[in-house]
């Protein structure tokens, strides 16, 4: 039996009204559940609809959370995951996935404990939260911008539209998103909100992105797309980063689930410096058990030139690459190539470098990092610490996370906080 406060519509006596800022995945969880506590909600989009960036998640998939245990979740935010705890075991991943099979959307699990709707339609997730906010009489105004959001004597009072209207309310949820795919109407206007409260915003960046390389050969490569390799980040001979999985080159640099969950670990750094990344293009061979199968490659077409001696050995694309990058002349026959000539061309399979030189921009990020800082929110309720009355959910705070689901998670769980606590006596 699933506990009715969190599952269930439980009107109160004490009926406040509160006010959701942003029909993203969070305001419309946090509209969601301050309706189910009892409140008259209220919830402002500026967009035609609602859902806007999670009509786009996970490929239009809509990746809705992880099911692995708890403890892969913390592991998984990238910053302040601390702050989390309250609200992650107040609304776990179970609690998600029970959630939206309550709303009627039947889920899956793939590879990685990706949660997914069986449809594969992220519309559908769409659909069962929009279905649920009109059983709950949520008052929906789309195609309404919020200008602004007003105290009064350290307490939230209301919130300004563009047309200079004033609407009051007891308590305000802020959940305008970042500033990531800015098409979709996250344009920071949460930041702009906070700032003018009093709170700091920590720096603003993009995350979760692919990255640009310097190299000549970067054209040539695009469109390939590398699997199980090791891909590792170095600044000069620190390692930033290493993880095993699948890359793509794309016309400016790289992408794909290892660059861009790398890209959360080491986007500080690439704003100032470049940074090396490493690929061992053959990570289930050591040096030793390469240089055999060199051998053996070169045995098979002892005859042959260099060049027409290695098509096992990498995809069609990167072959011209890695004749030129050798240093040993393609035409030259491979029962010449000396033994230090063929152990040096090992090291460059294991060993294939770029230069990172810049992160790509919010219009490509998935999320932004960075946002309003922690420490100034109550991470049991998400209530601003400045201002009683007003709360923060999602992306707008200063969390985030990899790839897998892991940044939804963050959004439905801040959400619920919020959701749950608008509208009581502080």
């Not at 959940?175 to 709170?199: M, Q, V």
């Amino acid at each position: 039996m699933q506990n009715s406060s969190v599952f269930g519509k439980n009107k109160g006596k004490n009926m406040k009204k509160v006010i959701v800022a942003g029909g993203g995945a969070a305001g419309m969880m946090a509209a969601i559940f301050a309706a189910r506590n009892g409140h008259e909600v209220h919830l402002y989009e500026k967009n035609e609809k609602l859902g806007k960036k999670l009509f786009i998640t996970g490929k239009g998939r809509c990746n809705l959370t992880n099911a692995s245990d708890m403890e892969v979740l913390f592991q998984s935010v990238v910053t302040n995951s601390k702050f989390l705890y309250s609200s992650f075991y107040a609304f776990t991943n179970d609690q998600t996935i029970a959630f939206f099979e309550s709303l009627g959307l039947k889920t899956k699990v793939e590879r990685g404990n990706r949660v997914f709707p069986v449809s594969d339609h992220s519309s559908d997730v769409i659909g069962a939260l929009s279905r649920e906010l009109k059983r709950l009489d949520v008052s929906i105004h789309l195609n309404t911008a919020v200008r602004s959001v007003k105290e009064k004597e350290g307490s939230f009072f209301a919130i300004e539209l563009e047309d200079k209207t004033l609407i009051k309310g007891d308590a305000c949820i802020i959940a305008t998103g970042g500033i990531s795919y800015p098409s979709t109407g996250s344009t920071g206007d949460g930041y702009r909100f906070a700032r003018e409260l009093g709170h700091q915003v920590t720096k603003l960046m993009p995350s979760l992105v692919p990255m640009e390389v310097r190299e000549w050969f970067i054209p040539q490569l695009q469109g390939l797309s590398l699997r199980n390799v090791n891909a590792s980040i170095y600044d000069g001979k620190k390692k930033l980063y290493e993880e095993f999985g699948e890359m793509l080159f794309t016309h400016y640099g790289v992408s794909g689930p290892l660059i861009i969950s790398a890209s959360s670990y080491v986007g500080n750094r690439l704003k100032d410096k470049e940074l090396q990344l490493v690929v061992d293009l053959k990570p289930a061979l050591s040096y030793e058990q390469l240089d055999h199968r060199i051998l053996r490659d070169f045995e098979e077409n002892r005859n042959k030139r260099f060049k027409n001696a290695i098509d096992k050995l990498f995809p069609a694309k990167l072959k011209p690459v890695m004749l030129d990058l050798s240093g040993i002349d393609p035409e030259k026959k491979v029962n010449e190539i000396s033994k230090m000539e063929r152990e040096a061309f090992g090291y460059l399979i294991k060993n294939f470098s770029m230069t990172l030189t810049n992160l790509r921009g919010f219009n490509e990020a998935i999320i932004t990092k960075g946002g309003v800082k922690t420490k100034e929110i109550a991470p049991g309720t998400m209530e601003s610490k400045l201002v009683s009355g007003l709360y923060f959910a999602g992306e707008v705070l200063d969390l985030d996370a990899l790839t897998g689901g892991y940044n939804l998670q963050i959004a439905w769980s801040s959400a619920y906080a919020a959701g749950m606590h608008a509208g009581k006596a502080s």
